[in-house]
């Protein structure tokens, strides 16, 4: 079996969600901050919202798409 090396960062992954527009981001968990992709504001990683933490940066990004579709279906958890 020939498996393809992705490039995956096999480190943990949070998701973290921005406390000022409350948009959903992976940063890795050794990050102190990082810059909200949605609306520029730099998000102290101590402090912020850390909605799940996984394995990798693979599995991160397949919850984070998971954690939208489920945003987007229930209007009542959007601000
Ligand atoms: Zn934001």
Redesign the pocket.
């Known amino acids: 079996m020939c498996t393809k090396v992705a490039v995956i960062i096999l480190a943990p992954t949070l998701i973290i969600k921005?406390f000022?527009?409350a948009?959903l981001f992976l940063a890795g968990n050794t990050q102190k901050t990082k810059r909200?992709p949605?609306?520029g504001?730099c998000i102290n990683l101590q402090k912020a919202v850390r909605v799940a933490q996984v394995a990798n940066s693979l599995e991160a990004s397949e919850l984070l798409k998971q954690l939208k579709i489920k945003n987007a279906n229930n209007p009542r958890s959007k601000l």
Do not use: E, F, V
Request: charged residues 10%; hydrophobic residues 0%.
């Open positions: 921005c000022t527009c948009g909200c949605y609306c504001k």
